[in-house]
């Protein structure tokens, strides 16, 4: 018995030892394997993948009545973008006046109903906080060639860029147009030389490989920026994206996203959310993105009483608030806070990356950046809810706030319950910490990008960058800066789930769900009227006490009655 | 001269009505309470779809009963009236620890006490038409049809239909305790599920459904009766 317990003892500290060996040795092999990985990176970008990729993986066939290849013009030789766009001119000789009108081309938008004058020239953002005067890098996903700063010829046809949006080949790509600091001096290198006349020659309807380029990476980074749109839509299973899937509808962008003489339905500045006309009449041309342009406005089959019931919500709830039940989804994550209060950190007296958080594709993405700051991700997310009427309202370079607030919008939105053409509404936030004019109460613009003793992008020197941003755009500063809060609103149209996977009632109708914060309305079973419930228990249990009460008294009666017999 | 004699109270429509209508009530209470977020036994969306199913079928029916009440006059038996109305209560408030009889008898035009008349009457005028009409505007808005009672709130419907249906509740739980009061809980059922009951007939009445309506009368009861046993 006593020996047995002796070697009891002995083996547990055998492997007591044994484990610790081994897990000393674990964290040994991380710190080495830590040490070997690039956690020390230089540069910006964030393109895992691209368009490129997906574009050799899909050869097109092309539907056109013109081979575009067999075109004399097109032969070239080529050796600049706007020698092409001239050849393209030559043929399509309305094309240019067209597109001059397009926001890809004129980053300029005056809203029609705010007035605001909005667009990608003049407006801050939460993420690099403005592309004016930061066009050297920004201008990449300009539709044009040669924007450097902003004072760009907009009426110069020839610098229209025919191939980003057209190319099939998935070898074209841009460059900054400018160059940048020492410290983004990596970014882009290795790329093979531009064949323009193979480009050229490829031309075809936009793919989404030509939009995604842009719009899966705004932000600076896949899905950054919308949080429903990134690289998983180059290629989505079926319960990321039912429309793009292959293995749903295979839809390109551009089957949505309708239009005609180079002008596309689908604008965030200013939405229809709720759209009444639905598919119209049959053969009727509607240049609408709205979910009801295919679907109809009451799109749930009636031989259910629950289809008839979901139809009734269309006039309230936006089809996209049930069936894209989250975003960031097929692995890559959307970016959801960046505080630009910890830029400028330097390791070894060099600019640095940290990328620690890893995503559902395996990736990994940077959660430090001495050019941007602190940065965090979020991936199936569920997105938050509101009334939106559509109209979007922005906090422009020279509307002031009140920097006592806790936060300022970038931009809100209106809408109401009251308003019928408001609807529930889903949304991506983003919050950031940024710079603003302390003396002033405004945004501020930065000069990020230049190689130049002022660019935050190379010298990280927030008052720097500030001042020169400032002074180069002609907007007031006072000279004073300080870091403020700021959320931006995204509305979610993208990522649309299959219908199995589309919200159930009890999501909403359960207490505590999904949209129990919006007030004003009474969504049964959502525990409204708690006060109310207390009341009818207090009336339930009171008569059931009334009764069993009356039933006690009696029997007390009857018994006390047969004992005196 | 009074004879207590078992007669058929309830006809045959009249006992379907109502068991159909209990059978009803409990899905739409059952049901109905899974929507209001009392209980979640079963989704939210087979709730919905047995409340609609029961509600409409309930409403039916009590289209049915509305129609059958006025076309045979047996909305009469639903009149309120002061006869006996104290005796009655003061038999629930007293009479009944002291052990004393129920003082009242069916008669041929009252099959119900006072009481139960005026308590049935509110029922029928007040709390099954606050469910009924608060619940056709709910489906009407749900439906996507009712634009134009856009102006009326969701949350006031709401409202007044949930308080029914606990009117309905706190009935319900009097109507059984009811049943436990008196001879015996069966013997209060079983009229309901057989029609027959003993009703207090003038010699007037009973000589008259002797001639014409034998069918109702249970033979076994043919022979008069003093009422004053």
Same mark, same amino acid.
Request: aromatic share 12%.
């Given at each position: 018995?006593?020996?047995?317990?002796?070697?009891?003892?002995?083996?547990?500290?055998?492997?007591?030892?044994i484990?610790?060996?081994?897990?000393?040795?674990?964290?040994?092999?991380?710190?080495?394997?830590?040490?070997?990985?690039?956690?020390?990176?230089?540069?910006?970008?964030?393109?895992?993948?691209?368009?490129?990729?997906?574009?050799?993986?899909?050869?097109?066939?092309?539907?056109?009545?013109?081979?575009?290849?067999?075109?004399?013009?097109?032969?070239?030789?080529?050796?600049?973008g706007?020698?092409?766009?001239?050849?393209?001119?030559?043929?399509?000789?309305?094309?240019?006046?067209?597109?001059?009108?397009?926001?890809?081309w004129?980053?300029?938008y005056?809203?029609?109903?705010?007035?605001?004058h909005?667009?990608?020239?003049?407006?801050?953002?939460?993420?690099?906080?403005?592309?004016?005067?930061?066009?050297?890098?920004?201008?990449?996903?300009?539709?044009?060639?040669?924007?450097?700063?902003?004072?760009?010829?907009?009426?110069?046809?020839?610098?229209?860029?025919?191939?980003i949006?057209?190319?099939?080949?998935?070898?074209?790509?841009?460059?900054?147009?400018?160059?940048?600091?020492?410290?983004?001096?990596?970014?882009?290198?290795?790329?093979?030389?531009?064949?323009?006349?193979?480009?050229?020659?490829?031309?075809?309807?936009?793919?989404?490989n030509?939009?995604?380029?842009?719009?899966?990476?705004?932000?600076?980074?896949?899905?950054?920026?919308?949080?429903?749109?990134?690289?998983?839509?180059?290629?989505?299973?079926?319960?990321?994206?039912?429309?793009?899937?292959?293995?749903?509808?295979?839809?390109?962008?551009?089957?949505?996203?309708?239009?005609?003489?180079?002008?596309?339905?689908?604008?965030?500045?200013?939405?229809?959310?709720?759209? @009444? &006309?639905?598919?119209? /009449?049959?053969?009727?041309?509607?240049?609408?993105?709205? %979910? $009801?342009? #295919? *679907?109809?406005?009451?799109?749930?089959?009636?031989? @259910? &009483?629950?289809?008839? /019931?979901?139809?009734?919500?269309?006039?309230?709830?936006? %089809? $996209?608030? #049930? *069936?894209?039940?989250?975003?960031?989804?097929?692995?890559?994550?959307t970016?959801?806070?960046?505080?630009?209060?910890?830029?400028?950190?330097?390791?070894?007296?060099?600019?640095?990356k940290?990328?620690?958080?890893?995503?559902?594709?395996?990736?990994?993405?940077?959660?430090?950046?001495?050019?941007?700051?602190?940065?965090?991700?979020?991936?199936?997310?569920?997105?938050?809810?509101?009334?939106?009427?559509?109209?979007?309202?922005?906090?422009?370079?020279?509307?002031?706030?009140d920097?006592?607030?806790?936060?300022?919008?970038?931009?809100?939105?209106?809408?109401?319950?009251?308003d019928?053409?408001?609807?529930?509404y889903?949304?991506?936030?983003?919050?950031?910490?940024?710079?603003?004019?302390?003396?002033?109460?405004?945004?501020?613009?930065?000069?990020?990008?230049?190689?130049?003793?002022n660019?935050?992008?190379?010298?990280?020197?927030?008052?720097?960058?500030?001042?020169?941003?400032?002074?180069?755009?002609?907007?007031?500063?006072?000279?004073e800066?300080?870091?403020?809060?700021?959320?931006?609103?995204?509305?979610?149209?993208?990522?649309?789930?299959?219908?199995?996977?589309?919200?159930?009632?009890?999501?909403?109708?359960?207490?505590?769900?999904?949209?129990?914060?919006?007030?004003?309305?009474?969504?049964?079973?959502?525990?409204?009227?708690?006060l109310?419930d207390?009341?009818?228990?207090?009336?339930?249990?009171?008569?059931?006490?009334?009764?069993?009460?009356?039933?006690?008294?009696?029997?007390?009666?009857?018994?006390?009655?047969?004992?005196?017999? | 001269?009074?004879?207590?004699v078992?007669?058929?109270?309830?006809?045959?429509?009249?006992?379907?009505?109502?068991?159909?209508?209990?059978?009803?009530?409990?899905?739409?209470?059952?049901?109905?309470?899974?929507?209001?977020?009392?209980?979640?036994?079963?989704?939210?969306?087979?709730?919905?779809?047995?409340?609609?199913?029961?509600a409409?079928?309930?409403?039916?029916?009590w289209?049915?009963?509305?129609?059958?009440?006025?076309?045979?006059?047996?909305?009469?038996?639903?009149?309120?009236?002061?006869?006996?109305?104290i005796?009655?209560?003061?038999?629930?408030?007293?009479?009944?620890?002291?052990?004393?009889?129920?003082?009242?008898?069916?008669t041929?035009?009252?099959?119900?006490?006072p009481?139960?008349?005026?308590?049935?009457?509110?029922?029928?005028?007040?709390?099954?038409?606050?469910?009924?009409?608060?619940?056709?505007?709910?489906?009407?808005?749900?439906?996507?049809?009712?634009?134009?009672?856009?102006?009326?709130?969701?949350?006031?419907?709401?409202?007044?239909?949930?308080?029914?249906?606990?009117?309905?509740?706190?009935?319900?739980?009097?109507?059984?305790y009811m049943l436990?009061?008196?001879?015996?809980?069966?013997?209060?059922?079983?009229?309901?599920?057989?029609?027959?009951?003993?009703?207090?007939?003038?010699d007037?009445?009973?000589?008259?459904?002797?001639?014409?309506?034998?069918?109702?009368?249970?033979?076994?009861?043919?022979?008069?009766?003093?009422?004053?046993?």
């Amino acid at each position: 018995m006593k020996k047995y317990r002796y070697y009891t003892k002995s083996h547990y500290l055998l492997k007591l030892m044994i484990i610790s060996i081994i897990t000393g040795l674990f964290f040994m092999g991380t710190l080495v394997i830590a040490d070997q990985s690039p956690t020390l990176e230089v540069g910006i970008s964030e393109y895992a993948k691209s368009s490129q990729d997906q574009s050799r993986k899909t050869p097109k066939k092309s539907h056109s009545t013109t081979d575009h290849s067999s075109i004399e013009k097109l032969q070239g030789p080529f050796t600049t973008g706007p020698e092409v766009t001239k050849a393209c001119l030559e043929c399509h000789n309305e094309v240019g006046r067209q597109f001059m009108k397009n926001i890809h081309w004129t980053w300029d938008y005056k809203h029609p109903k705010t007035g605001q004058h909005l667009g990608k020239s003049v407006l801050v953002n939460n993420y690099c906080i403005n592309a004016r005067g930061n066009e050297g890098m920004c201008a990449q996903c300009h539709a044009g060639y040669n924007m450097t700063n902003s004072d760009f010829d907009f009426s110069n046809q020839e610098n229209i860029d025919c191939l980003i949006c057209h190319e099939s080949t998935g070898t074209y790509y841009k460059t900054p147009t400018t160059k940048g600091n020492k410290a983004c001096v990596n970014m882009f290198k290795d790329k093979p030389e531009i064949e323009w006349a193979k480009i050229a020659q490829s031309v075809a309807l936009p793919s989404r490989n030509n939009c995604g380029v842009c719009h899966f990476f705004g932000g600076g980074g896949d899905n950054v920026k919308h949080g429903d749109l990134s690289s998983v839509l180059f290629d989505p299973p079926r319960d990321v994206d039912i429309h793009m899937s292959a293995e749903g509808e295979n839809f390109t962008c551009v089957t949505c996203h309708v239009g005609e003489g180079h002008e596309w339905a689908g604008s965030r500045y200013e939405m229809l959310v709720n759209d @009444t &006309v639905g598919m119209g /009449k049959p053969g009727m041309v509607r240049k609408t993105a709205s %979910c $009801e342009s #295919c *679907h109809g406005a009451s799109p749930h089959p009636i031989k @259910t &009483v629950n289809g008839m /019931k979901l139809n009734g919500h269309t006039d309230r709830v936006a %089809c $996209e608030t #049930c *069936h894209i039940p989250e975003i960031a989804k097929g692995g890559v994550a959307t970016k959801i806070d960046w505080d630009w209060r910890s830029m400028g950190q330097l390791k070894n007296g060099k600019s640095f990356k940290l990328k620690e958080y890893t995503q559902g594709d395996g990736q990994h993405r940077a959660t430090y950046k001495t050019i941007k700051g602190s940065l965090s991700y979020a991936e199936n997310l569920q997105p938050m809810y509101a009334w939106f009427d559509g109209t979007m309202h922005y906090t422009t370079i020279d509307s002031q706030f009140d920097p006592a607030l806790s936060s300022i919008n970038i931009n809100s939105f209106s809408g109401s319950r009251e308003d019928p053409n408001s609807r529930i509404y889903p949304f991506k936030r983003m919050h950031m910490t940024q710079p603003y004019d302390k003396g002033n109460n405004t945004l501020i613009y930065m000069h990020l990008w230049g190689d130049d003793d002022n660019a935050l992008w190379g010298n990280f020197d927030f008052s720097k960058a500030i001042q020169a941003g400032m002074e180069e755009n002609n907007a007031p500063y006072s000279g004073e800066w300080g870091f403020i809060e700021t959320y931006s609103y995204w509305p979610i149209n993208h990522m649309v789930a299959p219908k199995e996977e589309a919200l159930v009632c009890a999501d909403c109708h359960v207490k505590g769900g999904r949209i129990s914060h919006l007030t004003g309305l009474y969504i049964p079973g959502a525990g409204g009227d708690q006060l109310l419930d207390y009341i009818y228990y207090i009336a339930i249990f009171g008569t059931l006490g009334g009764v069993l009460g009356h039933g006690v008294i009696k029997s007390i009666a009857t018994n006390r009655r047969k004992n005196n017999v | 001269m009074s004879n207590i004699v078992k007669m058929q109270v309830y006809k045959l429509f009249e006992r379907f009505w109502h068991w159909l209508q209990t059978v009803l009530i409990f899905i739409l209470l059952f049901s109905g309470f899974r929507i209001h977020g009392t209980h979640e036994l079963i989704s939210f969306s087979d709730a919905t779809t047995l409340h609609t199913w029961a509600a409409i079928l309930i409403m039916m029916l009590w289209a049915f009963a509305t129609f059958w009440l006025f076309t045979t006059g047996e909305w009469r038996h639903y009149v309120p009236t002061r006869e006996n109305l104290i005796s009655v209560a003061r038999f629930y408030i007293l009479g009944i620890f002291k052990g004393e009889h129920h003082p009242y008898i069916k008669t041929y035009r009252r099959k119900h006490n006072p009481l139960q008349a005026i308590a049935y009457m509110m029922l029928k005028i007040v709390i099954f038409p606050a469910i009924w009409m608060s619940g056709t505007i709910y489906l009407l808005i749900s439906f996507g049809l009712g634009d134009f009672l856009s102006g009326v709130g969701t949350v006031w419907i709401a409202r007044i239909h949930t308080l029914a249906a606990v009117s309905i509740v706190g009935f319900f739980i009097v109507h059984i305790y009811m049943l436990t009061m008196g001879h015996s809980f069966i013997g209060h059922i079983k009229p309901m599920i057989t029609g027959f009951d003993d009703v207090d007939l003038t010699d007037e009445q009973l000589a008259y459904l002797q001639a014409d309506e034998l069918d109702i009368i249970k033979e076994n009861s043919q022979p008069l009766q003093d009422a004053t046993h």
